[in-house]
């Protein structure tokens, strides 16, 4: 069995800094693991991510079903979070911040039981959009956001291309 490794990674705090870059992180991960440098997950927890997505995604619309609410509403609502990524038009750190808020699912959970607590069926189903709207996210391979690069979230790099290579953890 291999020994363990140095695979640099960078610390999602320290990305998107002023004053330039600080120096990459190292991390010991054991002999045949794969890494995926600023937290991205890959392999089997990226799958049972998405597949928690998947859930989300399905259980949310059951639930909108069983509230009687008018189908019409979620292709009008369904993308109202991503609204959230103008944040962006401020920076990536400010961008990240908004969109991550609007895509957890602590908020539309609340939204969503207040709704149900205070017998108003229009706070319900809104809550239950915008978890069916996290759900299809994550199903797609969409995640929170990392502050270093609007394509690097918890799931993946989108369009690898667009991110340097120290980003990434190769070497040139």
Same mark, same amino acid.
């Not at 997505?53 to 399905?58: C, H, Q």
């Not at 069983?66 to 369904?78: I, N, R, S, Y």
């Not at 391979?141 to 690069?149: P, S």
């Given at each position: 069995?291999?020994?363990?490794?140095?695979?640099?990674?960078?610390?999602?705090?320290?990305?998107?800094?002023?004053?330039?870059?600080?120096?990459?992180?190292?991390? #010991?991960?054991?002999?045949?693991?794969? !890494?995926?440098?600023?937290?991205?997950?890959?392999?089997?927890?990226?799958?049972?991510?998405? *597949?928690?997505?998947?859930?989300?995604?399905? &259980? #949310?619309?059951?639930?909108?079903?069983?509230?009687?609410?008018?189908?019409?509403?979620?292709?009008? !609502?369904?993308?109202?979070?991503?609204?959230?990524?103008?944040?962006?038009?401020? &920076?990536?750190?400010? %961008?990240?911040?908004?969109?991550?808020? %609007?895509? #957890?699912?602590?908020?539309? !959970?609340?939204?969503? %039981?207040? &709704?149900?607590?205070? &017998?108003?069926?229009?706070?319900? /189903? *809104?809550?239950?959009?915008? *978890?069916?709207?996290?759900?299809?996210?994550?199903?797609? %391979?969409?995640?929170?956001?990392?502050?270093?690069?609007?394509?690097?979230?918890?799931? #993946?790099?989108?369009? !690898?291309?667009?991110?340097?290579? /120290?980003?990434?953890?190769?070497?040139?």
């Amino acid at each position: 069995m291999p020994e363990p490794g140095p695979i640099a990674t960078r610390l999602a705090g320290d990305a998107g800094q002023p004053g330039g870059e600080r120096p990459p992180a190292t991390a #010991s991960v054991p002999g045949g693991v794969a !890494a995926c440098p600023g937290g991205t997950a890959t392999g089997a927890p990226r799958r049972w991510l998405r *597949l928690e997505g998947a859930v989300l995604l399905a &259980g #949310s619309l059951v639930a909108y079903q069983a509230a009687g609410q008018a189908w019409w509403l979620v292709p009008l !609502a369904v993308l109202a979070p991503d609204l959230l990524m103008a944040g962006y038009l401020r &920076g990536t750190r400010r %961008g990240a911040q908004l969109y991550n808020i %609007g895509h #957890s699912t602590l908020l539309p !959970a609340a939204v969503a %039981g207040l &709704g149900w607590w205070q &017998g108003q069926p229009l706070i319900l /189903a *809104l809550g239950l959009i915008w *978890l069916a709207h996290i759900g299809m996210d994550r199903l797609l %391979g969409y995640g929170l956001k990392y502050d270093d690069h609007f394509q690097h979230t918890h799931l #993946s790099i989108q369009r !690898a291309a667009d991110v340097p290579q /120290a980003q990434r953890g190769t070497r040139p």
